[in-house]
């Protein structure tokens, strides 16, 4: 295996669980390795000491550029802290995906941690993707400053969330689908996103138990925001009425105050929320009748 490490792009084992000793040959090679810039570990049954392994040749390795440990259930907390260790120190990763690994809010936020220390020391090395689907990060991992989070490891109370990653590094897209971060989770994110230093373009929030309430904060959020392109709110729980100071009313009303002044968004998608046929067909209609600049709206 060692052999078969030079001269490739990507190491990949997937769907097939991590042999000791090969993974040992591949963590030394890894070592010094110049040519290895994407490394998938893909339902292989990896767990928090494999996390603290592959973190410790992380540390020196700045060739890397993707790490991909979707499907890995037993990292955990304690695994995805061993991996922000290494992630703040290392200068080469742009990519991280951690979808289903059993991460919560004390998880996200050992790394976003990580995350914003690197920015600050290195900031032209920032993280430009970071991939959560699937785990139970609720609103704490978003905002970690007046929540009781404490690293699983060392026990300190952690002070960042993925918000101040949004606002103090470059990243580009974040994938939070199948969470848990409910309507106090997005106004976290949105008073993030309505900062001018925000350079997030894609944000993903599929199946998070957003209601009205919550796409209240987004519509107010995307009036102001100056970054995104694409968001994503299907699965969720947003109905065709909402409430405001003008009473109640369908969703063109926000939809046109966020498009009157919004110049960067492509696409918003509201499919499989809990929206009427004839309130789906309503929208369209506008739609139809907005300026061709208007972005695509999935319903």
């Known amino acids: 295996m060692a052999k078969l490490v030079r001269g490739q792009p990507s190491i990949a084992i997937v769907n097939e669980q991590i042999d000791e000793e090969v993974l040992k040959e591949i963590l030394e090679e890894l070592r010094t390795n110049t040519t290895v ?14 996390a603290h392994q592959i973190a410790q040749m992380l540390k020196g390795n700045s060739t890397i550029q993707v790490i991909n440990f979707n499907e890995n259930y037993n990292i955990g907390d304690v695994g995805t802290c061993n991996l922000a260790t290494s992630i703040k120190e290392n200068t080469g990763i742009r990519e991280i995906h951690l979808d289903n690994v059993n ?8 790394l976003a941690q990580a995350l914003v220390e690197r920015a600050l020391a290195q900031p032209s090395s920032c993280v430009e993707l970071v991939s959560l689907e699937y ?30 990653v949004i606002v103090q590094t470059n990243l580009k897209e974040l994938n939070l689908n199948g969470n848990e971060i409910g309507n106090e989770g997005v106004k976290f994110l949105c008073d993030a996103l309505q900062e001018d230093c925000s350079m997030l373009k894609v944000l993903r929030l599929k199946r998070n138990g957003i209601n009205n309430e919550g796409f209240c904060y987004i519509s107010t959020m995307l009036q102001k925001n100056k970054s995104l392109e694409t968001i994503e709110l299907n699965n969720n729980q947003i ?12 969703l063109t009303r926000p939809l046109a105050a966020i498009f009157a002044s919004n110049r960067t968004l492509k696409v918003l998608s509201l499919r499989h ?15 139809a009748t907005a300026k061709p600049s208007t972005p695509q709206i999935l319903l």
């Open 37 to 50: 810039v994407r490394l998938v570990f893909h339902d292989a049954n990896m767990n928090h000491v494999h």
């Open 103 to 110: 991460m919560s809010s004390q998880g996200v936020c050992s």
């Open 135 to 164: 785990n139970e990060i609720d609103k704490d991992g978003i905002y970690a400053a007046m929540a009781k989070v404490y690293d699983p490891i060392m026990g300190q109370k952690l002070h960042h969330g993925l918000a101040d």
């Open 239 to 250: 109905v065709h009425a909402l409430d405001d100071e003008n009473g109640r009313h369908d």
């Open 273 to 287: 929320n809990l929206l009427a046929s004839q309130d789906i067909k309503s929208v369209q209609q506008w739609r």
